[in-house]
């Protein structure tokens, strides 16, 4: 329970092969760049691994190649996805065995949920966790979450939540960090966009996806010694990517996990229907943008 959760932890996209089957490869890729680009720990299984179009099989491979990958270098965080208490209990009890510091509740697929509902939901999950908890409260993304009074009342409820993944404007983020008065780390995700801002709010941290995400370590490193400056001065260099990605989850899935490839000297990528098929013009993008960050470090 004595985990410090803060920094920059990236979340790996979910690569397929000809055969629509899992890449091994790459997963394994993915990893090695985040060890090598200094992030401060590493996710699995959230919306950028395109968790809702993974079977059980796959969502437990995803968890076992990158707790093997990592081999306890950094600390991993697995998103759980599951329409009842129980399946997320399952998958929280797996991430625990394969070594997860935090196991982050996705809100069930059922929108007709009252905020209630989904307090009870994952108060079900919570008090049976062997692992420190957090949810990922996306409703712009999902359809489904929290308002920042019924996240306060849950951190009341359960000593072991102790992190939020917010998907918002660093404004409302700064809300949430006050409502909750410190009993969270705070962390955001949207690719890094308003990183200073979301620094200046309050955040511990950020999980955003691979994309940029060695740039947003040194801006993050930058904001924590004081050099405002310098991190707004990396922030800016990185903006554009990040603006081009994160038009929604869609785009994101598409165009993000291409730019990743490129930066990883990947040539072709194989989509899981249903998904967005990549445009000529945006591919050129995507090119134009992996020029400019250059490859990964190794």
């Known amino acids: 329970m004595d985990m410090p959760f803060s920094g920059i932890w990236p979340i790996l996209y979910a690569f397929?092969?000809?055969?629509?089957?899992?890449?091994?490869?790459?997963?394994?890729?993915?990893?090695?760049?985040?060890?090598?680009?200094?992030?401060?720990?590493?996710?699995?299984?959230?919306?950028?691994?395109?968790?809702?179009?993974?079977?059980?099989?796959?969502?437990?491979r995803i968890v076992e190649w990158a707790?093997?990958?990592?081999?306890?270098?950094?600390?991993?965080?697995?998103?759980?996805?599951?329409?009842?208490?129980?399946?997320?209990?399952?998958?929280?009890?797996?991430?625990?065995?394969?070594?997860?510091?935090?196991?982050?509740?996705?809100?069930?697929?059922?929108?007709?949920?009252?905020?209630?509902?989904?307090?009870?939901?994952?108060?079900?999950?919570?008090?049976?966790?062997?692992?420190?908890?957090?949810?990922?409260?996306a409703p712009e993304y999902l359809g489904i979450g929290l308002s920042p009074p019924a996240i306060a009342e849950l951190s009341r409820r359960h000593a072991n939540f102790r992190v939020l993944k917010g998907e918002g404007p660093a404004v409302l983020i700064r809300r949430v960090v006050e409502e909750t008065e410190g009993r969270l780390a705070v962390f955001n995700g949207r690719g890094g966009l308003e990183l200073p801002d979301n620094f200046r709010a309050g955040c511990?941290?950020?999980?955003?996806?691979?994309?940029c995400f060695e740039a947003q370590v040194a801006a993050w490193a930058a904001m924590e010694r004081g050099d405002e400056a310098e991190a707004e001065r990396i922030y800016r260099e990185v903006l554009p990517a990040i603006v081009f990605v994160m038009q929604s989850i869609d785009h994101l899935i598409c165009y993000g996990k291409r730019l990743v490839a490129s930066r990883m000297g990947v040539g072709e990528v194989f989509d899981r229907a249903p998904a967005l098929v990549p445009t000529p013009f945006g591919l050129e993008a995507v090119a134009r943008f992996a020029a400019r960050l250059g490859p990964y470090p190794v």
């Open 204 to 211: 511990a941290g950020l999980i955003p996806a691979p994309d």
């Open 67 to 137: 707790a093997e990958d990592l081999n306890g270098r950094l600390p991993l965080a697995v998103t759980v996805f599951g329409a009842t208490p129980q399946e997320q209990s399952e998958a929280v009890a797996h991430a625990a065995a394969n070594g997860a510091v935090l196991a982050i509740l996705q809100p069930p697929r059922a929108p007709a949920m009252t905020e209630a509902d989904l307090q009870t939901f994952f108060s079900a999950v919570m008090e049976r966790a062997p692992i420190p908890m957090a949810i990922q409260n």
């Open 16 to 60: 397929f092969d000809r055969q629509d089957r899992l890449d091994r490869a790459l997963m394994r890729c993915q990893t090695n760049i985040c060890l090598a680009g200094g992030g401060h720990g590493m996710a699995v299984l959230g919306l950028a691994t395109e968790v809702a179009k993974l079977s059980l099989a796959e969502r437990c």
